[in-house]
């Protein structure tokens, strides 16, 4: 990924550098106090985070009939039934290969995202921006602004500051008490599970998950914050992969705004370094230094900046989404130029439109339709009745009194249907194989009917014999078909029948 180097800051304005054998390994973090902003960013974060947050608390209430004696919660992963309910979907464990391929999804999903607009995940939908974003609302509603905050906390320890500290920190904990109640509401039923935890009836093991994740919430929402997203989250580390000169990403455009200055002075870009951008960043970063590590693409310095340009009488779009390309090609037409509405023509003619088709972006798209594709036709061909059969392997066969081979199997009977109309099993074998399954009735033409469990497993013993003075193989390939009442195959699956060594 190409980078364009931030311009160097007047001498003046440079920090102190302080020489590295005396620099520190570790330092103490510096809180981050974020001002409240507004724009058109701000509107779209709000909206994505409301729908978001609705999205997670809302869903496990939402009711969905399946019939008597199965869940009717829209979305359950029942962890004691072993299924994954999904509105219409019931997905058992056998089929968790598609609960991989939605993991796989959404990666590629990311990856093209990524590709095409930068952090966008990482600034409007990660759960970490979400509640934290939720919490700092909290925070600035009860303790104020930028400003009040940071006066409240260098000020005295008094009644004022316990107060609204210790107001602030009580909704924090009951927002992580709904938080984690809502998750475990996706495993357990919402209203059943609401009122054990209300009334103490609940047990330790819905106690334990509603403490963690609630106690989690509170702490990274609350306290870590932009920590989570420098030191702990591996996502930033590696999506610099993901990310080219054709990325959408937000960035300062160096070439509008440098030289910075007063802004009655002609002979100065259009940043007045008045850090507007600087006090609105939730991770307390300086987008003018170019990209870095700390920034999650969330735009509110745009809207920041886009409030001071409107005040001066300037253009917007000097902090804005941007690819670098575009970047690089304004720096490179106003190279040399005097600062002025020149200089900004130039820039901006320089500009391309984004280009969204390029190569990566058409191999996560490939990817992308291919695992759809796969998904798709996977779920169309499931099959909603499954038969399989394990043969005893202790011992292999057994010698009858009369000179007979027998062998034992185990069939079982997967049914995801709420159907419980008998199957007929009929056995497919060379002539004179014998087969009798314990303890069930047979139909008019002696076949044994096995009853299938609505939305379950049922299991059988079978024996399978050879009589005496018939020859058979070592090993002889056999096949149990599960017949319909109208005489229809509706599954069917092989096995083999052990005889002694010739």
Request: aromatic share 10%; with cysteine; charged share 20%.
């Amino acid at each position: 990924m190409s980078t364009i180097e931030a311009p160097q800051r007047a001498k003046a304005d440079r920090p102190a550098v302080t020489p590295a054998a005396d620099q520190p390994l570790y330092a103490s973090r510096t809180k981050v106090y974020p001002k409240r902003v507004f724009g058109k960013v701000r509107s779209v974060k709000w909206a994505v985070l409301i729908a978001c947050l609705a999205l997670y608390y809302v869903v496990p209430w939402l009711r969905w009939d399946r019939g008597e004696g199965v869940p009717d919660q829209a979305v359950l992963v029942d962890i004691f039934n072993a299924r994954i309910f999904f509105f219409w979907v019931e997905l058992w464990p056998q089929e968790i290969y598609f609960l991989a391929g939605a993991l796989i999804l959404g990666a590629f999903a990311l990856f093209a995202v990524s590709s095409l607009f930068g952090r966008l995940w990482c600034g409007f939908t990660c759960p970490q921006t979400v509640w934290t974003d939720l919490f700092m609302f909290v925070e600035r509603w009860i303790q104020g602004d930028r400003n009040a905050r940071m006066k409240l906390d260098q000020g005295p320890r008094d009644a004022n500051y316990w107060t609204r500290k210790s107001l602030t920190h009580g909704v924090w904990v009951l927002i992580a008490a709904a938080t984690g109640g809502a998750w475990v509401m996706y495993f357990n039923d919402a209203p059943t599970v609401t009122r054990e935890i209300l009334t103490g009836a609940a047990s330790t093991q819905v106690y334990f998950f509603f403490a963690l994740f609630a106690g989690f919430t509170y702490l990274l929402a609350g306290w870590a914050r932009e920590q989570v997203c420098t030191y702990m989250c591996p996502w930033p580390r590696f999506q610099a992969a993901m990310l080219d000169e054709n990325s959408l990403v937000v960035t300062y455009r160096d070439w509008r705004g440098e030289p910075r200055g007063k802004p009655r002075d002609d002979a100065t870009g259009d940043c007045v370094d008045c850090f507007a951008c600087v006090h609105v960043c939730p991770t307390g970063i300086d987008i003018r230094d170019g990209q870095q590590l700390e920034c999650i693409g969330c735009g509110l310095c745009v809207d920041a900046c886009d409030s001071v340009m409107g005040k001066l009488g300037r253009p917007k779009g000097l902090v804005a989404f941007e690819t670098l390309k575009n970047l690089s090609a304004s720096a490179a037409a106003t190279a040399g130029m005097a600062p002025g509405a020149a200089r900004q023509k130039a820039g901006m003619a320089a500009r391309h439109l984004p280009r969204f088709i390029r190569p990566r972006t058409i191999l996560y798209a490939g990817a992308l339709t291919a695992v759809s594709v796969v998904m798709l036709g996977a779920f169309l061909l499931r099959s909603t009745l499954d038969v399989t059969v394990i043969r005893d392997r202790a011992p292999l066969f057994v010698r009858l009194s009369d000179g007979g081979i027998r062998n034992a199997y185990t069939v079982k009977i997967v049914n995801k249907t709420r159907e419980e109309a008998p199957l007929a099993l009929v056995l497919q074998a060379p002539q004179g194989f014998r087969m009798v399954v314990q303890d069930v009735e047979a139909d008019a033409q002696g076949r044994p009917l096995l009853a299938r469990r609505a939305d379950g497993i049922a299991q059988y013993r079978v024996l399978v014999t050879v009589p005496g003075g018939q020859r058979v193989a070592e090993s002889t390939p056999v096949t149990f078909r599960l017949l319909d009442a109208g005489g229809r195959a509706v599954a069917s699956t092989s096995s083999t029948f052990a005889g002694p060594r010739p």
